[in-house]
């Protein structure tokens, strides 16, 4: 952990680490051979001498024929060299690591085994390194979700002077300084992505480890009314529970509540989640027991333009369907829960029920059904409660 001071002040933290680069130039790297062979040489003795240089790199006869014979020996090796790493490729890949083509890759091929076997076992380390970096953050972040919960208990014990800054102005400026600093497109809400600073600072993780799941992940901790963004009044929520942890020590047995806390919620969402799996089968049978002004409206073409709406505003990402994820702010509102005790594996659990083509989807017919469940079992509460 840091001090609440350090937060966000590193400019050089802007966005979670997606991909890196890796690219090497053969012309680069023997830039210095170059020039000294077009010194001592004609032009065209030049250029071939230098394209037999690239040759001999690249593991080819020394002797070649013609420029054409080089080029084409040249394109019939790097053919090869791709197969034969495709594999090593692959796992770049799937580490976010962006692999250049393969005329781009050529001092790979004066590479030996040994080389090869090295940069194998590099590529396992930074793996693993990876792997075991991003599961510390995963603990960090429900370690958050933990403390989130019972951080009305810490500050009600916090020294007085902490308590006087959480209340005065100078902390309320402070938090819409803060707030438009991280608010980089200007858009007046903060984006999952433009918490990576805060991340990164108040987990002290390592800024290759964050990715957007747990910048998404974070967010949705402190996301209230679960519209996919971070306003002003949730940021200072978000400041809040900064100043707290950086300042004052849990106990043991608030860290035990904390836990105890956060389990008994996501229980109680399950349990929901179930309930809500048991009445989708007699969804017919209670659409009959609506009074007739709700059967109404469900037929109504207000209602469909209801559903077409909600469905736009929960495709964040504008793909034409909506993930599980997404339905996050519905599964909030429906569980009547706090957005800390909404993981995403109840949103998948959620959105498994209502995907009848089993795509890992909803598209706007599935989530048609989804609003008139909701809107059935609303009706039906309130009968209920009168």
């Excluded at 062979?37 to 004609?42: D, E, L, P």
């Excluded at 509540?257 to 919620?265: C, H, K, P, S």
């Excluded at 027991?289 to 207000?302: H, M, N, T, W, Y």
């Amino acid at each position: 952990m840091v001090a609440y001071d350090e937060l966000t002040n590193d400019s050089s933290l802007d966005k979670p680490n997606q991909e890196v680069s890796i690219m090497v130039d053969l012309d680069k790297l023997l830039k210095g051979p170059i020039e000294e062979v077009y010194r001592n040489n004609t032009p065209a003795d030049a250029e071939f001498l230098v394209n037999h240089m690239k040759a001999s790199l690249a593991g080819l006869q020394p002797t070649i024929e013609s420029f054409e014979e080089y080029n084409q020996k040249l394109e019939d090796e790097n053919r090869r060299l791709a197969e034969e790493e495709s594999d090593l490729d692959s796992r770049l890949q799937s580490l976010g690591i962006m692999v250049a083509p393969a005329p781009q890759r050529a001092i790979k091929d004066k590479m030996d085994d040994d080389e090869l076997q090295g940069m194998e076992q590099e590529l396992l380390e930074l793996e693993q390194e990876i792997e075991f970096a991003q599961m510390e953050l995963d603990d960090i972040i429900e370690m958050v979700r933990r403390d989130v919960s019972i951080v009305k208990k810490i500050e009600a014990r916090a020294p007085d002077e902490i308590k006087e800054f959480l209340n005065s102005e100078d902390f309320w400026v402070d938090v819409k300084e803060r707030y438009m600093r991280l608010d980089a497109d200007g858009s007046g809400s903060i984006e999952a992505e433009e918490l990576y600073p805060i991340i990164v600072e108040l987990t002290d993780a390592q800024p290759w480890a964050v990715t957007m799941d747990h910048c998404t992940r974070f967010m949705r901790i402190f996301d209230q009314d679960g519209d996919g963004n971070i306003d002003l009044g949730e940021f200072s929520d978000l400041l809040r529970f900064c100043v707290l942890m950086t300042t004052v020590e849990g106990t043991v047995k608030e860290e035990d509540e904390g836990v105890a806390t956060v389990q008994l919620a996501k229980s109680q969402v399950d349990e929901v989640i179930k309930c809500v799996e048991q009445d989708v089968s007699m969804i017919e049978k209670f659409e009959a027991q609506c009074p007739p002004a709700v059967r109404d409206f469900l037929a109504s073409k207000e209602f469909w333009f209801e559903v077409q709406t909600r469905y736009n505003e929960l495709d964040v990402d504008s793909n034409g369907v909506v993930d599980p994820e997404e339905l996050f702010p519905v599964v909030i509102e429906l569980t009547n829960s706090e957005p800390w005790a909404v993981t995403d594996s109840h949103c998948r659990k959620f959105a498994h029920i209502f995907d009848e083509d089993g795509d890992g989807r909803i598209d706007i017919s599935e989530f048609e059904k989804l609003v008139r469940f909701c809107v059935i079992m609303s009706a039906l509460d309130e009968l209920d409660f009168e």
